[in-house]
């Protein structure tokens, strides 16, 4: 049969690229398109998008696709724009040669576009061919092997689509290479294999087939001795990291190497430890490691060294497929690596039916052969574990050999039997189901030859673990893979949806997995929906009726009892929190919270280490957050069921643990906010109302909230990282007191509220704040002072969020009203933060009068008697609005002032905002090299408060110096990726801003098709936003571009709008801008412009 290699040369290799001829795309390696034979430079992000388009096979891919592919989970704000962008950049590049087609929905790769992974599918057609000859069928593997030249889709975004498609091409290519070399060996051409084979088994491993087909060459070439030894390092690679022995393909080759071996030298037979004896294994031959290979007759010679015990192996076989815990089980294998130490004591724990006895009996069963003396397994639910740990010991020693005679009387004396029995051995101890209050240190190994492996569902503390695996649920995917096991293909072959759904109900507990799934097995009639509709009322608390409500209680019992919760030895004092913390509405719980509840913070510690213990509690653990506990679904059910109260005095008792708890909340989170690093927002008076029920008035709430340690320290006030955890681990309990407390005490609610106000500016959903504000807003009554107070205080805090989140339109209103009240009510402080707030938004909405009065009014009304920040930022919104009407010096003024007032007051956002202001105005002053350090104190500022837009922000003037010093590359790369971040954070304001430095950069690099396209794109989004002063900045920006390429009358009708964005903003001073209109009349109308006289700047 004729073999045909596409492109592929007689010698078997293939050329990395094409000359002539149509593009030719490479994703099996560095992802490239060759032209002409030459590679078209891309960037990241258009390599990733090919990529994407060039391994659909031909398919048409859709726009979301495309958006997954590139971005993964966090997509553009954009994605159509940006693709089109993306795909008119690489059709630029690669002009006039087609290579993607456009379609309704997506792309799709131009036909006559040639691939490499296409090549190799059509290879791989070819050798499925049965008239191949040997030759023949070497040749296509070659060819085939050859395409892949490095790492498959190497150069794109590491997203979870691409990563799983490089590594199936790489599981690919591995299986090709060990076809090509089967190939090889067949047709008898070793020359250069064996050091080929060996630089693969040194970058895989694990890959058994390499190592084996190693062997082959190595004895083939008469070097036996060196593919045992092959043989030997790869057992114990295998043993020593995986706890596994070789699979057949690596067994059968050392079967073939021993065969055609007729007389090994003795020195490559003996064993590691000759003085060791290992017991017998199957085959006639001795078990152990490799280099024990001995031949069947030999056998006899050897007998003498076994025991005359065989070595104990009491492991109970699997029942069940341990289905996920693959990370937790590779965890316990490790444990057993350790060489020297204490004796490795690996503590499985988690609620009862987690699957720690499945995971502790796999385990032992892939450990076997590590532990060739022995493996001791109790379960001390069992009637031996049920009488003690003597019992344990007298049935321990007669599996090791001892005598029923021997075995001491004492316990002591047992204890010191059994420990010098397996002193010098390698044994590996199970022990099932422990008892929290059991001390089984008697049964534990001193040595680090063997290894113990305890399951509880307490924390086993007294044992002293040096491993600790708690299992907490499994995940979705493997819930699903439990329910496809116990119920079989016939009930879910045909609803993998349904699969799935049922699962996540089950919570990821595997006892709750296998109760449902013999529920739905006995009961044809019932289909997985309605089982999981089934399911989610129970745990919702909403039981069935009559026959059903007894089948659901029957099941509620029986995975109460599989969890362990009845029989749970909790003291009366964590028994009753747990019921506590299970009535409220609280989704994760902190220390303080459950000190609330208990009484005080010594009570509420020894409350949350009792529950942990126990399995009950779980610790929730975040970056850059406070860890907090919380209670699994089934727990808090079962909880809430143990307290058998009537919903009448568990709704009263609800209510009182939460208005405790939000008096302590008060507490804590005003000292927070005290310390938090942005202070422009008034901090809300105390709540001190004896009448509410959340106050901390002198009627003895505030000694309560005091009594347990409530509060920070007063010799060790709370720092502004201190503030920044608090506020980011409590946000979710903030805002879930605030809704209870909107109805039964609305004067903390809005205090709350006030106090992470400057929190939710940067790091809350602005509509989760808003509308726990506005049902706050509707709860306060205008008729007293501090209902006037908390609205206003709500209103500014509002209209500062709405205004950060580019929408000033709606938030100067807010401010406004705020400031009115605020003043009214002699609030002055909290009124001049409004007056900035007015003149920030007004600015960005262009009103220039308006900001100016409200600026002007602060400025008037603070004093020496203000706090140092509040000048700051008055001065910082001066700055910043002379800056935008083109008045750059003496924005620079008041831009160093706000640092002056800032600096060394702890108030990070503020002198942030005022450094990269400043390098804007640097910027336009041209001291490009005073803006770019203030640039980095910026980012390095807004690093630590966690603000993204802030860093956004400062990404884009560092991009927009680096235009203006003649580095546009530099600068197109920065701003590219303040567009990517602004783009996930939905920052439209940012991401119109950066839009417009792509453009100037893009300009910069001669680039102007692209530079029109990003700055239209910004021109679209600041029309849509209504900002007239970013809009007049775009549009310049855009109509030069014009100039540039010769479109006159397009670049004079930009602007016209500029002018129009300008007047309409109050802007007065237009001189320079008409005086290029008129340059481009005379030049439409042949004639010379007029010159006119430059009027002065307004305001």
């Not at 795909?87 to 790769?109: C, F, M, N, W």
């Not at 199957?282 to 490691?289: D, H, T």
């Amino acid at each position: 049969m004729p073999v045909h290699l596409q492109g592929t040369p007689s010698n078997d290799r293939v050329p990395s690229a094409c000359t002539g001829g149509p593009p030719r795309v490479l994703v099996l390696g560095l992802v490239q398109v060759i032209v002409d034979g030459r590679p078209v430079p891309l960037t990241l992000s258009e390599r990733t998008l090919l990529a994407g388009i060039a391994s659909a096979g031909g398919r048409v891919v859709t726009v979301s696709a495309l958006s997954d592919w590139v971005w993964g989970g966090g997509h553009h704000a954009s994605p159509r724009n940006r693709i089109q962008a993306l795909v008119s950049a690489i059709r630029r590049k690669v002009a006039p040669a087609d290579l993607i087609v456009t379609h309704e929905v997506g792309y799709q790769l131009d036909p006559s576009v040639g691939t490499d992974l296409r090549d190799r599918d059509d290879l791989r057609r070819q050798l499925s061919s049965d008239e191949l000859t040997p030759v023949e069928r070497r040749t296509l593997l070659h060819g085939a092997a050859a395409l892949t030249t490095g790492d498959p889709l190497d150069g794109c975004h590491p997203t979870p689509e691409v990563d799983s498609l490089a590594r199936r091409l790489g599981e690919e290519h591995l299986e090709l290479l060990a076809e090509r070399v089967e190939a090889d060996l067949a047709t008898g051409q070793l020359d250069g294999l064996a050091a080929e084979l060996s630089t693969l088994t040194k970058r895989h491993p694990f890959h058994e087939t390499f190592h084996a087909q190693l062997m082959q060459v190595l004895a083939r070439t008469g070097r036996q001795a060196d593919a045992l030894a092959v043989y030997r390092a790869a057992f114990r690679r295998l043993d020593d990291e995986l706890g596994v022995r070789p699979g057949p393909a690596l067994s059968a080759a050392h079967q073939d190497v021993l065969r055609a071996v007729h007389s090994i030298p003795e020195e490559a037979v003996v064993a590691d430890d000759p003085a060791d004896p290992a017991p017998a294994g199957p085959s006639g031959q001795v078990a152990g490691r490799p280099g024990d290979e001995v031949e069947r007759d030999d056998v006899g010679q050897h007998a003498g060294a076994l025991h005359a015990v065989p070595a104990p192996r009491t492991v109970p076989r699997t029942v069940t497929r341990l289905v996920g815990w693959r990370e937790e089980l590779a965890r316990v294998l490790g444990a057993a690596e350790q060489e020297d130490g204490p004796a490795p004591v690996v503590a499985v724990t988690g609620l009862g039916g987690m699957g720690k006895s499945t995971l502790a009996v796999e385990a032992a069963h892939l450990l076997r052969d590590r532990f060739p003396d022995g493996t001791l397994y109790l379960d001390f639910d069992s009637e031996t574990g049920r009488a003690g740990i003597s019992s344990v010991l007298a049935l321990f020693l007669g599996l090791l050999g001892i005598h029923a005679d021997a075995v001491p009387a004492s316990h002591d004396a047992r204890v010191a039997l059994y420990r010098s029995v397996i002193d010098d051995r390698r044994i590996l101890i199970v022990l099932d189901d422990v008892p929290g209050d059991l001390d089984v240190s008697a049964l534990l190994p001193a040595r680090a030859s063997s290894v113990a492996i305890l399951t509880s569902r307490h924390s086993l503390a007294s044992c002293q673990p040096t491993v600790r695996v708690r299992l907490t649920g499994l995940a979705d995917d493997d819930g699903a893979a439990l329910l496809r096991d116990l119920l079989g293909p016939d009930r879910t072959d045909d609803s993998p949806d349904d699969v799935a759904a049922l699962a996540r109900e089950c919570r990821g507990l595997p006892i709750l997995l296998r109760v449902t799934a013999q529920r739905v097995a006995g009961r044809p009639d019932l289909t997985l929906r309605k089982a999981r509709s089934t399911l989610s009322a129970e745990i919702a608390g909403r039981p069935g009726s009559g026959a059903a409500a007894r089948r659901e209680e029957r099941t509620d019992q029986a995975v109460y009892a599989g969890l362990g919760l009845a029989e749970a030895p909790l003291p009366p004092e964590a028994r009753a929190v747990l019921g506590d913390v299970s009535h409220l509405p609280f989704a994760r719980v902190s220390r303080w919270l459950v000190a609330a509840l208990a009484g005080g913070e010594v009570a509420g510690d020894t409350a949350v280490d009792t529950l942990h213990a126990a399995c009950l509690l779980e610790p929730v653990v975040q970056a850059g957050r406070t860890t907090q506990f919380q209670l699994h679904d089934l727990v808090r059910l079962y909880a809430r069921s143990a307290c058998g109260d009537d919903p009448a005095a568990v709704a009263e008792r609800k209510d009182a643990h939460l208005a405790a708890v939000i008096r302590r909340l008060l507490v804590l989170a005003e000292a927070h906010a005290r310390a938090f690093p942005a202070r422009l927002l008034p901090l809300p008076p105390p709540h001190l109302d004896p009448a509410a029920p959340c106050s901390l008035g002198p009627t003895g709430s505030r000694a309560e909230a005091e009594s347990g340690s409530v509060g920070p320290d007063p010799d060790d006030p709370p720092s502004p990282d201190d503030a920044l955890v608090f506020f980011r681990t409590e946000q979710d309990t903030i805002l879930t007191c605030v809704r209870w407390a909107a109805e039964h005490d609305p004067a903390a609610a809005w205090r709350l509220l006030g106090l992470m106000a400057h929190h939710a500016q940067a790091s809350v959903e602005p509509g989760l704040w808003t509308a726990a504000a506005r049902a706050v807003h509707d709860a306060l009554t205008e008729t007293t002072p501090d209902g006037r107070r908390g609205r206003a205080h709500l209103m500014l805090a509002e209209s500062l969020i709405r205004h950060e989140a580019s929408d000033s339109k709606h938030a100067a209103p807010l401010a406004v009203r705020a400031r009115r009240t605020l003043h009214l009510e002699g609030d002055q402080l909290g009124a001049v933060a409004a007056a900035v707030v007015i003149g920030r938004c007004q600015r960005a909405n262009g009103r220039r009068a308006a900001a100016e009065e409200a600026l002007g009014w602060a400025g008037a009304t603070v004093d020496d008697g203000t706090p140092r920040e509040l000048h700051g930022y008055v001065e910082l919104a001066w700055g910043s609005l002379l800056d935008d009407y083109d008045e750059l010096r003496p924005a620079r003024t008041h831009l160093l002032r706000a640092l002056e007032h800032l600096e060394g007051t702890g108030d990070w956002a503020g002198l942030a905002t005022a450094q990269f202001a400043l390098a804007r105005v640097h910027r336009r002053l041209g001291e490009y090299e005073a803006g770019l350090p203030r640039c980095d104190v910026a980012m390095e500022l807004f690093a630590r408060l966690g603000d993204v837009n802030g860093r956004t922000a400062v990404l884009d003037t560092r991009a927009d110096l680096l235009v203006h010093m003649g580095e546009p590359a530099a600068a197109l790369e920065a701003a590219r990726e303040a567009v990517d971040q602004a783009g996930q954070r939905r920052d439209a304001f940012m991401l119109h801003r950066a839009q417009r430095t792509v453009g100037r950069a893009l300009a910069g690099l001669g680039r102007l098709d692209d530079a029109e396209e990003a700055l239209r794109a910004s021109v679209a989004g600041f029309e849509a936003l209504v900002r007239p002063l970013s809009l007049a900045a775009s549009l310049r920006d855009l109509g030069r571009v014009l100039q540039l390429v010769g479109r006159v009358d397009e670049a004079r009708t930009i602007f016209l709008r500029e002018r129009a964005c300008l007047e309409r903003a109050g802007l007065v001073d237009l001189t320079e801008l008409d005086e290029l209109i008129s340059r481009l009349d005379a030049r439409r109308e042949g004639t010379r412009p007029v010159a006119r006289r430059r009027r002065g700047r307004g305001a």
